[in-house]
């Protein structure tokens, strides 16, 4: 969406990063939390807004009294338990201040394994639908206390993505401690906001990779990720300040400010977006070049012709990675045959799969209803 059709946003996943709830000294700070919830409330007339809040781990290591040592990040354990002790009291934090403005929350506390299940993703959104019809802000978060790192999202910015599949949302804006994306370190004189950025290529990548604060998860570069990943599903993503007094609302306005990341030309159906984002593959299937031609040219289904071998065990339905022989995967989908068949079957003609399996459920290993090209970016 361009920056003047922004108001017609209806469904927006707001960030507030650490930064923007803590202050200098990784205090929780209640006022910028007062502010921002009113400001919520107020874009929330006539939208539908969640919130992915960070700052569960500050408030629980103010509560615990852990000392924050520089340059000596905190180990998993510890984390964890800032996390579980701060939970609540950053619920408590939101409730208050978005009670003042007549709005209900709700936790929602997600883990990636949570999102990658068909399943638990389609259960989400259906209580982020309910939730939304009353009227309520469901304020999200990652579930810190059991997410050990294979199943760990890592960092709220990428979290946000995965909650705007979920809810649909045409926007994402992320508040951080700076003004959004610098062509150079913010710190550095002659820094320039990057105003708009129409497409995230390989520089804006690199030119985001340095920039970061020590209070932030994630600094620029996992955003920037974020914004490229929801730009390949069709959402535009903002990058604000969460100091400037109301820079949402501006934002909506039209005005310059921030930085704007346009979405790429297609918009992913919600199932689609899903399987390019959230779903976890749970093997890969090996194609040649033709197949892959006829894969990302022309939006063709993957036949068993081109298939060339399998990796990983799976079942009809699962999710699959589809990959040339050197390189990584270009595309994921749903497989319509197991990897035990896909084996027998492979490179011979669809004709053929009867004769070698003995029966035939489709013509296609993976039909382009259920396969989405990936945008093979640069991480
Ligand atoms: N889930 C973490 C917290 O609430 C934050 C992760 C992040 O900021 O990216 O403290």
Same mark, same amino acid.
């Not at 030309?265 to 040649?288: E, F, N, P």
């Not at 040219?297 to 699962?318: A, I």
């Given at each position: 969406?361009?920056?003047?059709?922004?108001?017609?946003?209806?469904?927006?996943?707001?960030?507030?990063?650490?930064?923007?709830?803590?202050?200098?000294?990784?205090?929780?700070?209640?006022?910028?939390?007062?502010?921002?919830?009113?400001?919520?409330?107020?874009?929330?007339?006539?939208?539908?807004?969640?919130?992915?809040?960070?700052?569960?781990?500050?408030?629980?290591?103010?509560?615990?009294?852990?000392? @924050?040592?520089?340059?000596?990040?905190?180990?998993?354990?510890?984390?964890?338990?800032?996390?579980?002790?701060?939970?609540?009291?950053?619920?408590?934090?939101?409730?208050?201040?978005?009670?003042?403005?007549?709005?209900?929350?709700?936790?929602?506390?997600?883990?990636?394994?949570?999102?990658?299940?068909?399943?638990?993703?389609?259960?989400?959104?259906?209580?982020?639908?309910?939730?939304?019809?009353?009227?309520?802000?469901?304020?999200?978060?990652?579930?810190?206390?059991?997410?050990?790192?294979?199943?760990?999202?890592?960092?709220?910015?990428? #979290?946000?993505?995965?909650?705007?599949?979920?809810?649909?949302?045409?926007?994402?804006?992320? $508040?951080?401690?700076?003004?959004?994306?610098?062509?150079?370190?913010?710190?550095?004189?002659?820094?320039?906001?990057?105003?708009?950025?129409?497409?995230?290529?390989?520089?804006?990548?690199?030119?985001?990779?340095?920039?970061?604060?020590?209070?932030?998860?994630?600094?620029?570069?996992?955003?920037?990720?974020?914004?490229?990943?929801?730009?390949?599903?069709?959402?535009?993503?903002?990058? $604000?300040?969460?100091?400037?007094?109301?820079?949402?609302?501006?934002? $909506?306005?039209?005005?310059?400010?921030?930085?704007?990341?346009?979405?790429?030309?297609?918009?992913?159906?919600?199932?689609?977006?899903?399987?390019?984002?959230?779903?976890?593959?749970?093997?890969?299937?090996?194609?040649?070049?033709?197949?892959?031609?006829?894969?990302?040219?022309?939006?063709?289904?993957?036949?068993?012709?081109?298939? @060339?071998?399998?990796?990983?065990?799976?079942?009809?339905?699962?999710?699959?990675?589809?990959?040339?022989?050197?390189?990584?995967?270009?595309?994921?989908? #749903?497989?319509?045959?197991?990897?035990?068949?896909?084996?027998?079957?492979?490179?011979?003609?669809?004709?053929?799969?009867?004769?070698?399996?003995?029966?035939?459920?489709?013509?296609?290993?993976?039909?382009?209803?259920?396969?989405?090209? $990936?945008?093979?970016?640069?991480?």
């Amino acid at each position: 969406m361009p920056r003047s059709t922004l108001h017609r946003a209806k469904r927006i996943v707001v960030k507030v990063g650490t930064g923007t709830l803590t202050d200098r000294t990784g205090r929780f700070d209640r006022e910028n939390c007062a502010r921002l919830a009113a400001e919520l409330a107020e874009i929330s007339k006539g939208r539908r807004v969640v919130l992915v809040s960070s700052g569960a781990v500050a408030l629980g290591a103010e509560r615990l009294g852990l000392a @924050r040592s520089k340059g000596r990040p905190w180990d998993i354990p510890t984390k964890q338990a800032a996390a579980a002790a701060g939970q609540p009291h950053l619920m408590a934090a939101w409730g208050d201040a978005l009670r003042r403005h007549g709005k209900v929350t709700a936790q929602v506390l997600l883990t990636a394994e949570d999102l990658a299940s068909r399943k638990r993703f389609l259960n989400a959104r259906r209580t982020f639908e309910k939730l939304l019809d009353a009227g309520a802000v469901p304020v999200v978060n990652e579930n810190d206390t059991v997410a050990v790192e294979e199943i760990k999202v890592g960092d709220n910015d990428t #979290l946000a993505g995965l909650v705007a599949g979920c809810v649909e949302a045409n926007l994402v804006v992320m $508040l951080t401690d700076v003004e959004g994306l610098y062509d150079r370190n913010p710190a550095e004189p002659g820094a320039r906001l990057v105003r708009d950025v129409p497409r995230v290529t390989a520089e804006i990548e690199r030119i985001a990779g340095g920039a970061g604060s020590d209070r932030s998860v994630g600094g620029m570069a996992t955003k920037v990720r974020a914004a490229r990943r929801l730009a390949a599903q069709g959402v535009t993503t903002a990058l $604000l300040s969460g100091r400037r007094p109301r820079a949402l609302a501006a934002l $909506l306005a039209g005005e310059q400010l921030g930085t704007v990341f346009a979405p790429g030309a297609h918009h992913l159906s919600s199932r689609k977006g899903w399987l390019a984002a959230a779903a976890k593959s749970r093997g890969v299937i090996v194609v040649d070049a033709g197949a892959r031609r006829a894969v990302v040219e022309q939006g063709r289904s993957l036949l068993p012709s081109g298939v @060339r071998s399998v990796q990983g065990q799976f079942r009809v339905g699962d999710p699959v990675d589809i990959a040339a022989e050197t390189g990584r995967p270009f595309a994921r989908g #749903l497989a319509g045959y197991g990897a035990e068949e896909i084996r027998r079957i492979a490179g011979l003609k669809t004709s053929e799969i009867e004769r070698v399996l003995g029966y035939k459920y489709l013509d296609e290993i993976v039909h382009r209803n259920d396969l989405v090209v $990936l945008d093979v970016g640069r991480e």
